[in-house]
């Protein structure tokens, strides 16, 4: 049906309450196909398809809502619908719902849901934005060692509606230490009597709640795995992080560092959603900052102000020089930027990426200058042609180098390494190329007029 | 193991043979860590270690090697090992292999390997660079739709070893055509006397092999599934994705996207194993074509050399004014190309979307022009305050549209869009600022000398 299916259709299915038709949409489709159809309704026609599908059903399609429609229908619901419906909802993206709630509503709605799913809530709730323990769920699957394979498949097959995976299961001790995990495809593919003992497999990659949740989904992308153990100091399982909330991970970390690699603030609710006033601020701060920092460029004008005039056809040349430095001080900035973000390169081999880079510099800077000295010859003689020629040379080299080292310094200092690119390194290349660029030329000229 | 495990310890295991230890590691760590240990070994260490574990196991480490080490175990493998070992790959993963070899290699191999892989390989080779038939495997389960519950369980068992993944199951009729889908949760779940055709979901979400592979990532991401089929136009199946291979997808993309956006080529091997003249290669065309487009910002500068001149003080601010352009032009296309990469916008709602950015630009304008007045004014009295102020308000109101406007631009003309950010947007910048501020000087020069 989806492909053929329209929106106004849909309407006119609930204006019509036509059952057979709506309970199709509900049953057939894919949980974010619908979500998608009700973006386009209003909070109570997207309740009246909901209620078309049983209770579990309506809870896979709760979490693909956008955040304002998710607002919408929760003041449209009714705390004992919506909790029943909490209830239902695997155990991340409910609590990602309530965090995004007000308090008043996420007060009422908690004594109406059932004490283990709530103390669950409370549990998952407590850990710190970022870190694994806030993408992690508590509905996963475990088995103990002793059981026999066919055993532990029946087991699964009771638990499984409430579990948001059961292709990955992990063995657990009395204590609920984690000792071993096992594949549903393992299992289906074991004698019905081997004991799950000596079918697992006793080495298990897992997690440590309180690591960075861009570090998790690093390793979930690294082990191509569909899910990760997460396990408190004593090794005892807290959760699993799954595939699908990693790719998101891994997406949001992505756009933060676009954004903050062109000096914008991170936009916490996206891009669409953001208002005027919200990006504004999201912006000045950073371009008030470099105003500062420019302030050193015009220092160095005006320090050189009587050679500029004494020598305006230099003012010629100073976009190029300038922009140029900035350019390949933004390159070099994000290529480490990049090289770290995904782990290709470490902190520590600096030094050896450093002496590479320079010889990168090196070759790119002579192109320039040759160049650089042919337009300066052709527009004010070979002297020109020189001033602008080394300049240029020092200029590429030197930016370059500031471009490979910023990144780590960031590092180093805790801060997040993309903010160097472009904008920070365009201003700090500016400085240092009008320097470069006049000590130059003073230098030359005062040199020249000795010779001459 | 793994943990206590170090690497000299694995060497003197191989050196002395010592059998239990080494099946041990072959069997117990997960294929990403062994593959990570051997980076560490030579070729022939590496082949005692993996003759340790079974064909399927050795198979399944092969992937996870790095492209260099891939190199040097075929070399030392005899084709008639590599052989096997190809046969007992995941499909897709040793045609990735196979493109890496060199045309001799490949043609020593193909004959030697059993008919119908061979015939698989060659089908999964033909397609393009790029697209998702280039990272579809073949290794997938199919159902036919009378099957019943426990039949189709007991089939599975049996396929199981030779297939990426049988969670996902896909239906298809007498001619291959993909009918259904069900996953081994719900068949697990089922009663074992239902037959599949009453178990399956008949809205499949499939992709076209010829679609671009960054499609493909972003649709498993938006579904949260762990792979997608793949259908030809008739719709039959060809192959399966899985989200393994999209998240690289995803990774390589944005690592390409990054890169752009600071004017380098993208780098086919990573930053860690480009070499030095590869990467000058990959950074200088896009240094030496901006030298050009500098000319036009140089061009600005000759024809009010003499307002230059005759004002020097104006030199000052130059950097300030035209570095503020940049960093706003390269803050608004830097959003524009992210919230386009993502989808949250789309190329329709340029309109809208310039609009909004206007009111953006005209707040951020406006206070950046009142820092730009006083910091004129204490430099150089009202009147450069006045002149410097204006400027920076026509600078960052255009600066901003143009980066509004360029990534869509882009985009229209079928390029990428994220060339948009950084490099090129300031140094168009640089020109117009240029332009501004000295057409805004000249005038309020002129209007002021006859007002006085």
Not at 257 to 264: E, G, I, K, T
Request: proline residues 4%.
């Amino acid at each position: 049906v989806a492909n053929s299916l329209l929106l106004p259709e849909i309407r006119q299915m609930i204006s019509e309450n036509d059952r057979q038709g709506l309970s199709q949409i509900m049953n057939e489709l894919h949980p974010a196909s619908i979500a998608e159809f009700a973006e386009g309704l209003d909070a109570e026609e997207v309740w009246t398809l909901l209620s078309h599908g049983s209770i579990p059903r309506q809870a896979e399609v709760f979490p693909f809502f956008s955040q304002e429609k998710e607002r919408e229908l929760i003041e449209g619901a009714g705390n004992f619908r919506m909790s029943k419906l909490l209830e239902a909802m695997p155990h991340d993206d409910r609590v990602d719902l309530l965090k995004r709630c007000d308090q008043d509503t996420v007060d009422e709605l908690l004594p109406l849901i059932a004490k283990a799913d709530r103390e669950d809530i409370r549990r998952l709730y407590s850990y710190p934005e970022q870190s694994v323990g806030s993408v992690m769920t508590s509905d996963y699957a475990t088995l103990p060692e002793e059981i026999r394979a066919q055993d532990a498949i029946s087991h699964l097959r009771q638990v499984a509606p409430h579990r948001e995976t059961i292709y990955y299961i992990y063995v657990i001790d009395d204590e609920r230490r984690l000792i071993g995990f096992i594949s549903l495809q393992g299992l289906i593919l074991a004698k019905p009597d081997v004991a799950v003992r000596d079918l697992m497999r006793s080495e298990v990659i897992s997690l440590r709640a309180e690591l960075d949740q861009e570090e998790a989904a690093r390793m979930l992308a690294k082990f191509d795995l569909i899910a990760l153990p997460v396990v408190d100091n004593q090794n005892r399982i807290l959760g699993i992080v799954t595939h699908d909330d990693l790719v998101d991970v891994l997406e949001q970390e992505v756009t933060e560092d676009f954004h903050l690699s062109a000096a914008v603030g991170p936009l916490t609710e996206g891009y669409r959603r953001s208002s005027i006033w919200y990006l504004y601020r999201k912006r000045v701060s950073w371009l008030v900052i470099l105003v500062f920092v420019n302030l050193v460029s015009s220092g160095v004008i005006a320090a050189f102000e009587e050679t500029l005039q004494a020598a305006i056809a230099l003012a010629f040349f100073l976009p190029l020089l300038i922009d140029s430095g900035g350019n390949t001080g933004s390159q070099a900035a994000t290529l480490i930027v990049r090289a770290l973000a995904t782990n290709e390169i470490q902190l520590s081999t600096w030094a050896k990426i450093l002496g590479r880079e320079f010889l990168v510099g090196l070759l790119l800077g002579l192109t320039m200058a040759g160049a650089s000295f042919l337009l300066g010859t052709a527009r004010g003689g070979v002297e020109v042609g020189l001033i602008v020629g080394l300049s240029m040379l020092c200029i590429v080299v030197f930016t370059n180098l500031i471009g490979v080292l910023l990144p780590f310094i960031l590092t180093r200092l805790r801060m997040d390494p993309a903010v160097a690119s472009s904008p920070l390194i365009t201003t700090i290349a500016d400085a240092s190329g009008l320097f470069l660029y006049f000590s130059i030329a003073t230098w030359i000229i005062t040199g020249w007029g000795k010779i001459g």
